[in-house]
């Protein structure tokens, strides 16, 4: 029996519809509240305005975001006060507060292969272990840092060697992972034995709670606080973020990451894991995140990853192993897009620092240039039926390239370049989640 556990984060609670305004008589039935999404052109003097006046009609204490120039807030809104926000200019529309969670399985019984199968243009998952080595140069995304929008990193973890650090946290409950989605994120993207970028700095920022429970507005301040302080340290060119999370086509969420991305930073997000056209998903719909579906290690879609045209590459993300939350050495298997989604991530910061910064959408465009393709399989299950004139992407993630010259393959450097890095992955079972 499968123990239920994790694969990605949904906003679930009933699909949330972006472009209708609510109507009066559904206030009594949203229990989560709403957001009120500002137009773009309103400035902070009107935002400030608009929040006073809405709090002297009697309204709940309201909070608030700034992404970038987009501006927004959570509030409870009586049928009355829906119906007064509509008819003004300043607010562009209103949503529903949707509910945040987790869910999927997990299994524990097979060794790391995802960064084996992005060092090498063949698969290798069933040769010997002389050609599933992972090879890299030894700078390994040293001086970037990556910002985990999930529930919290356990940053204790002994594979972490003290380069994860706690951010803000917008969760119930105390700054820390009680959940391991967010840990075990962290790890793909920059741990030390099952890392890309083994060098990476990783901060948590925690919008989810023990449950991986959480809400839009949770998510909207995550995204806020981690553009802040972002650019309040001057580090947009060497920063990036990593959304394992997804949902129904929601307008708002795709704003946010489209105004982060505006703001200069690099973006991955999951492509989500209903097994549908990713175009009626969000943040996958959204223009600027670099989108991620999930392989499987024979190189197929995974059943459950979303597909189609907004597809920007595909990385592993079944069966992958990494760190956990219930121990300072504790590893765990999970499936899913939120596993896929933290190689290119990682890789994103690799690249940075071999060729220099770029804009966020070249930097995704430079992962597509780079990745192996013709090699994964069944990445549309039926949407050649359902859009047939649809070009599908098949482009799987590569560390190594020989473009680049910096790495190897199948551990045999390039032109004899000296810094090469190996993990070497050895033939090994995981029965339990705590090990060494």
Known sequence: MYLRCIISLLFTAGRVLAAPRPQPNQADEVLGGYIVMMRKSTTDNQFASHLRLHKRNGNPTTEAFNINGLKGYSARLSSSAIEYLNSSDQVDFIEKNSPVHSTGWTKQHYPPWGLSRISSRNNTINGPPSLRDYVFEESAGKGTYVYIIDTGI????????????????????PNKDLFGHGTHVAGIVGSRHYGVAKKTSLISVRALDAQGLGNLFSVAKAF????????????????FINMSMGSDKNLAMNRILTE???????????????????RMTSPASADGPCVIGATNSSDMRDLHSNWGPKIDVWAPGVNVLSTWNNGDRSINILSGTSMAT?????????????EGPRSPRDLCQRIKQLATTGVVTNLNGTARQVDPGNVFPDRLPLVNSP???????????????????SEIWPDQQWMGIDTE
């Open 154 to 173: 356990n940053t204790g973890h002994k594979d972490f060697e003290g380069r994860a650090s706690l951010g803000f946290n917008f969760a119930i409950g």
């Open 224 to 239: 806020e606080w981690a553009v802040n302080d972002i650019q309040a340290k001057n580090r947009t060119a060497k920063s």
């Open 260 to 278: 982060a991305v505006n703001a200069g930073i690099f973006i991955g997000c999951a492509a989500g894991n209903e097994a549908m056209d990713a």
């Open 342 to 354: 933290p190689h290119v991530v990682g890789l994103a910061a690799y690249l940075t620092v071999l």
């Open 403 to 421: 473009s680049l010259n910096l790495l190897a393959f199948n551990g045999k450097p390039l032109n004899g370049k000296n810094s090469i890095t």
